[in-house]
Nanobody, 115 residues
Framework: QVQLAESGGGLVPPGGSLRLTCEAS????????MNWYRQAPGKQRDLVAQ???????FYPDSVKGRFTISNDNAKNTVLLQIDSLKPEDTAVYYC?????????WGQGTQVTVSS
């Protein structure tokens, strides 16, 4: 099992950037999917970025071109670069990893976009 811890959230103005980090307590080399989700107040948790085996990525249209997911297996981290932030990006962002027939979640990090 691994524990995940997100960091890097905060308050940023519209148009700003953030880099979210998901640090795993152990190796994630066997992961078949690495994901970032977000959940705004009163809304469901939605997938915003996915990285799968072979380096294939997926982004929904709402974030395509602004969000970039990557990983560093040597550091056991999954990163989410967020550019051109919009107020509607305000949410708690969660890291999720699928590995060894299990799904692991972090506690989330708050991103607030406001002037």
């Amino acid at each position: 099992q691994v524990q995940l811890a997100e960091s890097g959230g905060g308050l940023v103005p519209p148009g700003g950037s953030l880099r979210l980090t998901c640090e795993a307590s152990g190796s994630i080399r066997r992961a078949y999917a690495m994901n970032w989700y977000r959940q705004a107040p009163g809304k469901q948790r939605d997938l915003v970025a996915q990285l799968t085996i072979g380096g294939k990525t997926f982004y929904p249209d709402s974030v395509k071109g602004r969000f970039t997911i990557s990983n560093d297996n040597a550091k056991n981290t999954v990163l989410l670069q967020i550019d051109s932030l919009k107020p509607e990006d305000t949410a708690v962002y969660y890291c999720n990893i699928g590995m060894d027939s299990s799904s692991y979640w972090g506690q989330g990090t708050q991103v607030t976009v406001s002037s």
